[in-house]
């Protein structure tokens, strides 16, 4: 898939606009645009990535680079009180974005299992 084609990949180009949480040389989080709790920010390397499977065995430094920024999301959200990272990965997954991302969720109580 090239850059054009991918929304992230748009988004971390600027050709679509988003409300930044943070942006460094390898990561940028946005709030998401259908937001799932109070708080809900999507995490993504900012290299094109499928999923979680082609991160992991791709690139050791992007996926530290990400779990750093999920950190730092953190500690900058207040998400003392807990929060959800979730991974959506293929069809029953429930992925609909093929650029690897990590959902944050926070701001309330989240039940378990998931649906
Ligand atoms: P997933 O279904 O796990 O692939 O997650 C994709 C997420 O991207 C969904 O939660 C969407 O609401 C979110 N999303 C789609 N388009 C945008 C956008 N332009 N800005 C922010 N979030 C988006
Ligand atoms: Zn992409």
Do not use: Y
Request: aromatic share 6%.
């Amino acid at each position: 898939m090239s850059d054009s084609d991918c929304l992230f990949c748009r988004i971390v180009a600027g050709d679509i606009p988003s409300t930044q949480v943070l942006n460094n040389d390898h990561v940028l989080a946005f709030r998401d645009i259908a937001p799932q709790a109070p708080v809900h920010i999507v995490v993504i390397p900012k290299a094109h990535f499928a999923n979680i499977v082609e991160l992991g065995a791709g690139d050791a430094t992007q996926a530290g680079e990400l779990m750093a920024a999920i950190s730092t999301i953190a500690t900058q959200e207040d998400l003392a009180d807990g929060f959800r990272v979730v991974f959506n990965t293929g069809s029953d997954g429930g992925q609909t974005v093929e650029h690897v991302h990590a959902h944050v969720l926070a701001g309330r109580s989240l039940t378990w299992p998931p649906g």
